[in-house]
């Protein structure tokens, strides 16, 4: 009889567990980590051509490590400045990690919570789906590599995102759009592949 009881009773808490969606399959405390990187649209411009390599069998020549193509030389000097149009860059966005947390607000409304490890905390409203999860649009300043992968700045960017939980995970896709202007490029952020991946914490 006991027995019994203990198998009806894991039963119950099974179907319970997996009856849960939206907001409460959702929220949680998890552990997360974001990479990927942005591509960028717009101008690139150099002043001082004395830092710039210039190919003069080729026709070419490279700003920032770029190497530009469609640009007509007839005569330069070292005075001159050089704008190009249309230049399509892709940029890294710094890794972030950090703890986050997934708040049921009311109905299917959430609010996300990222606490960055040696950064700024981030809160963003959420919507919930079934087992999945739409971010809400806010601006931050997110980290982004220059040329060299090594020095990095921070830019005031649009966040949107949505995600799906699998198991004890939900996996995001970031969204950044805005303006960019860093190191002598000035654009707009044309496409993102970022990820956050975000484990529940036990």
């Known amino acids: 009889m006991k027995k019994a009881i203990y198998i009806f009773s894991a039963a119950l808490l099974l179907l319970s567990s997996c009856s849960k969606k939206g907001a409460e399959l959702l929220r949680g405390s998890y552990s997360f980590k974001t990479g990927g990187s942005i591509e960028l649209a717009g101008n690139l411009y150099e002043t001082k051509l004395d830092t710039v390599r210039i190919d003069t069998t080729l ?26 149009r249309d ?18 607000k009311d ?38 590599y220059g040329p060299s992968d090594v020095v990095f700045s921070y830019h005031d960017l649009e ?11 939900i996996v995001f896709d970031l969204e950044y759009t805005g303006d960019y202007s860093d190191r002598g490029f ?9 990820k956050c991946i975000a484990t529940e914490n036990e």
Do not use: C, W
């Open 59 to 84: 026709r070419t020549i490279r700003i920032l490590g770029i190497p530009i193509t469609d640009t007509v030389l007839t005569y330069v000097t070292k005075e001159d400045t050089v704008s190009v």
């Open 87 to 104: 230049t399509v860059v892709m940029r890294r966005v710094v890794t972030e990690s950090g703890q986050m947390h997934v708040l049921k």
């Open 107 to 144: 109905g299917d409304s959430l609010i996300v919570t990222l606490n960055i490890t040696g950064g700024d905390p981030v809160v963003i409203p959420a919507r919930s789906s079934g087992s999945s999860v739409t971010l809400g649009k806010i601006r931050r300043f997110v980290p982004v």
């Open 159 to 169: 966040l949107s995102g949505s995600g799906t939980r699998y198991d004890n995970m």
């Open 186 to 194: 000035d654009g707009v952020v044309r496409s993102s592949r970022v």
